[in-house]
């Protein structure tokens, strides 16, 4: 959505582009500036690039010369009055040079003309030789050149092929069928909570959907010359600084609730559905507003801004009365017609505003609605911030449609509000969704919630206290609560595209790891997130892996991260936005993949094996992409591709290798080709097995994925490859030395100031990667840490094998990874332990604990505790001792900080990184279920 210049050039109140990038300017037709452009410092005068006809000529051009020219008179031509003629030998045709015949003047005697004749008859015999030649020469020529510009066309068009295929989708039926996620084949998730990155407001599973949401502001209580205006709250932002906020219950379809609690008050927001019609049915949301219990803290008031936007699609007006904004109505492709309601509250000192506006994109909705506010005189004593009403009339612009819509009302809190959403097509409704009845449905989902939490993880059997059943319902809740869906096109590159292009506009429902930091879809994350989704409803979870499954392209790439629409983009630093496809990402969706063919292996019905049918082609893509593009020198071997030799000029001490999903985690100082990686060759060896499982259940051959499984898991060659025989551990190899370290460049002091001046400040080098010590050579890189242990967390290690005890013996070392909050990445023994990457890159798998390689380590204890062996009972006792430090540390911090975190102290154990980290950090839950 944009505006066009004459509309901006008319006076319209309109909010700014985010950032504040100024409008269009006028200019040439094709959006070119014309020569002369204002700038803040007066007239700027563009000059003209010189033409190719008026710069200088090449000083070093060099002519070429043809075959025996004189380089010395290359420019002057000759006559030469040597012949060219044509003798034929026994190789056909050649060429050379003879002298001139000596010139007859006819008076040669009675043969001077026999002779005379005869020459001609020479001459014209050369000449059908010499004319034959040239038809040969030219047709080889002619032949020449066809074969020259057709293999120059083919050229072309196999670049252009090439420089295609990243952004082609595969050839294969998609999974998600085509209007699986719409009003008429599933009702029941149509609408959702599926905009994570705002504290609440719902949209529809459609291309460009309605939105809904809410935003908030606490008005100030005094009128104090030049106040600034109200921070307005809408999307989940760490710097708003809330003590909490987060869904307490959700189901992920009908029914949520979540605790939002800011400075000086708290609230609580609900939302029911209630199917029926044909466009998904109805809801109503409920906010109940408290103020905080505190002496100090007064009684607030605070406007609730209630909202409706479209997205380039369908219409929305006003209902309006006694200048209140009673209703908003409207119509949508897959929505139908609809009202959205107000209910009035009826009490004292409530003061109700509304604003028609329009916005050009969804993520300067706050932007909008700011830009439409005014400040108002209130009781004649207050100051307020108001909307300002129609923007829309008020500009002269009858042609311009209003695409937002919001009502705001102001009231002191304890208050209770409604929003009611009734679908047209919805006839049958005997009463409305409000007051009593909305009561009633509320506690109705509440109870089948708690009903179904307890049937799933049994945590009340366990003993668990109700604080402890608050928090990891408040986990799931927000694992659930957090799914989005995204609609839009990355932007991808491959090595043949010299800029970056669009991928296919694509949809995506998928779990997010961090409504405020990373609200949007992550490859790797999506496998750990799916663990837990699929053990609360495994209907989510499958739509979700179909549709991440449906983004594989023609070679089997998946970008790793998923920045579809305006929201998601506008969270995103320009840096990271472009993913490219030599890139990989841990390919962890085979992790529920695998565990949901184990719960469903005793009920599988026809609709999985014919899901498990339309996946595996996508898997079979994707994994084969894996197996060329992925591997490493040495056979068996796998390679992550990204790490940069130049590390931004040799400013990071050790190579980030983002595309493992452990960014930092210290891999080969010198990153080459020779690298090999042991947790890759992991993942690997869990796809095949899981590949040769679904061949078996589907029908389809599965020796080859038998094969390689059996290759990938064989302990010997994975300890030939990957076993460190002087720090006895499972390790990386590459071109190595751990004499790095960061130092910062001397820079010249500034020169001594002069009688009554002020020194100037000394400046302050840049740190850059300097050697000390021994230099780099191909070696195992001997960091323990969780890469380290993948051929353990992944269960590939023999449990008979000495290796084994090895590992858990080093798991119980608090000089290691343990500690009583849980295992830490990286050993505190490593030389790079929790050490800054470059002057301003913080550590960040250098020693923090992190919950996902938690999961795996708690996983495979529980395993390997199950099995006969020599290190049974070793693997059962630290596997109690892991899990109840894990449990105990995340409860006890969620009830110190309010939040679930993305990583945690090896040192305290209070939470660090992002909050609320509710992607993997969820699995907890599965963790104090004991579900693996």
């Known amino acids: 959505m944009s505006l066009t210049a004459d509309q901006t050039s008319m006076g319209l109140e309109i909010a700014p582009n985010e950032g504040g990038d100024p409008a269009e300017l006028p200019g040439n037709s094709d959006g070119s500036q014309s020569e002369t452009e204002d700038s803040e410092f007066g007239e700027i005068f563009v000059a003209d690039e010189p033409s190719e006809t008026e710069q200088d000529g090449d000083p070093h051009e060099v002519k070429q010369l ?51 004749e005869d020459g001609y008859v020479q001459q014209g015999r050369r000449t059908a030789r010499s004319q034959q030649m040239s038809w040969g020469q030219i047709l080889r020529i002619c032949a020449t050149i066809f074969l020259v510009m057709s293999g120059g066309v083919g050229y072309v068009k196999y670049q252009e092929l090439l420089r295609s295929r990243v952004n082609t989708p595969l050839d294969a039926p998609k999974v998600v069928e085509e209007g699986a996620t719409g009003a008429t084949l599933s009702p029941d998730r149509f609408w959702g909570t599926y905009r994570p990155n705002v504290y609440f407001g719902m949209k529809t599973r459609s291309p460009r959907s309605l939105v809904t949401g809410m935003m908030w502001m606490v008005q100030y209580s005094r009128a104090v010359p030049r106040i600034a205006r109200p921070e307005v709250r809408h999307t989940c932002e760490q710097g708003d600084g809330l003590p909490r906020y987060g869904w307490l219950q959700h189901d992920g379809v009908n029914f949520g609730l979540q605790e939002i609690i800011d400075k000086n008050f708290s609230m609580v927001t609900e939302f029911v559905k209630r199917p029926g019609g044909d466009h998904g049915g109805d809801w109503t949301w409920r906010i109940t507003a408290s103020p905080r219990k505190s002496k100090s803290i007064s009684v607030p008031t605070v406007s609730f801004l209630f909202y409706a936007a479209t997205d380039g699609q369908g219409t929305i007006q006003p209902v309006i009365e006694n200048n209140r904004l009673v209703a908003i109505t409207g119509q949508t492709e897959e929505l139908g017609k609809f009202r959205m309601s107000f209910p009035k509250v009826t009490r004292k000192n409530i003061t109700y505003h509304h604003l028609v506006s329009y916005s050009p994109r969804l993520d300067l909705l706050k932007s909008s609605v700011e830009h439409g506010m005014r400040r108002l005189l209130f009781n004649k004593t207050r100051i307020l911030y108001g909307l300002a009403g129609d923007l829309i009339k008020r500009s002269n612009m009858p042609d311009l449609k209003a695409n937002v819509l919001v009502h705001q009302v102001t009231l002191e809190v304890p208050c209770v509000l409604e929003v009611v959403f009734e679908s047209e097509s919805f006839t049958s409704r005997n009463t409305r969704l409000v007051g009593m009845e909305l009561t009633r449905e509320l506690e109705k989902y509440k109870v089948a919630f708690d009903e179904k939490f307890e049937n799933t993880f049994g945590l009340n059997r366990r003993g668990y206290t109700e604080k402890n059943l608050r928090f990891a319902k408040a986990a799931v809740s927000n694992m659930v609560g957090g799914i989005g869906y995204f609609r839009g096109k990355s932007l991808v590159q491959s090595p043949y595209n010299e800029e970056p292009v669009e991928y296919w506009e694509a949809p995506l429902y998928t779990a997010v790891p961090s409504r405020s930091f990373f609200p949007r879809g992550f490859l790797w994350d999506e496998g750990f997130h799916q663990l837990l989704v699929s053990k609360w409803d495994t209907a989510i979870s499958k739509e979700i892996l179909s549709h991440w499954l449906d983004l594989v392209n023609t070679e089997g790439w998946i970008p790793r991260e998923q920045i579809l629409g305006s929201e998601a983009r506008s969270k995103v630093p320009a840096e990271f936005v472009v993913q490219k496809n030599q890139n990989a990402n841990p390919p962890t969706l085979f992790l529920p993949i695998q565990s949901l063919m184990k719960d469903l292996a005793g009920n599988r019905s026809e609709q999985d094996i014919l899901l498990l049918k339309r996946m595996f082609p996508r898997l079979k893509t994707w994994y084969n992409w894996f197996n060329t593009s992925q591997l490493g020198n040495e056979p068996s071997s796998y390679r992550w591709r990204g790490r940069d030799p130049g590390a931004n000029k040799n400013q990071q001490l050790n190579p980030l290798t983002l595309t493992s999903g452990l960014d930092d985690y210290p891999r080969a100082s010198h990153p080459s080709d020779n690298e090999r990686h042991v947790d890759l060759r992991c993942w690997m060896a869990l796809a095949s097995g899981v590949m040769a499982d679904i061949a078996k259940v589907i029908g389809e051959p599965g020796e080859e994925y038998e094969a390689t499984h059996k290759l990938l898991t064989d302990n010997a060659l994975l300890e030939k490859l990957h076993w460190s025989p002087e720090k006895q551990l499972f390790s990386d190899y590459g071109k190595h030395t751990k004499g790095v370290v960061l130092e910062r460049e001397k820079v010249p002091l500034p020169p001594p100031p002069k009688p009554g001046m002020r020194r100037q400040p000394v400046p302050k080098g840049k740190m850059y990667r300097v050697l000390k010590g021994e230099q ?30 090895k590992i858990l013996t080093d798991l119980k070392n608090p000089q290691l990874l343990w500690t009583k909050y849980g295992l830490r990445s990286l050993a505190k023994t490593d030389p790079l332990y929790m050490k800054y990457n470059t002057e301003h890159d913080p550590p960040y798998w250098r020693g923090q604990i992190w919950i996902n390689m938690n999961f795996l380590a708690v996983r495979a204890l529980h395993h390997y505790s199950s099995i006969k062996g020599p290190y049974q009972s070793q693997a059962a006792e630290t596997y109690k001792e892991l899990r109840r430090n894990l449990i105990h540390n995340l409860y006890v911090e969620y009830e110190r900080s309010g939040f679930i975190w993305e990583n945690y102290s090896d040192v305290n154990g209070h939470g660090k990184g992002c909050h609320p980290f509710t992607g993997w950090s969820s699995l907890i839950v599965l963790i104090m279920a004991e579900k693996y």
């Open 66 to 116: 043809s075959a025996g020219e004189d380089p010395e008179h290359a420019d002057k031509w000759e006559p030469d009055d040597t012949e060219c003629v044509l003798n034929e030998d026994e190789e056909g045709m050649v060429r050379h040079r003879k002298p001139p015949a000596a010139k007859s003047n006819g008076a040669a005697g009675d043969g001077s003309e026999k002779g005379s």
């Open 776 to 805: 780099p050579k191909d070696q195992f890189v001997n960091s323990f840490g969780y890469v380290s242990l993948f051929p353990f967390l992944l269960q590939i290690v023999d449990p008979k094998s000495p290796k084994l005890g």
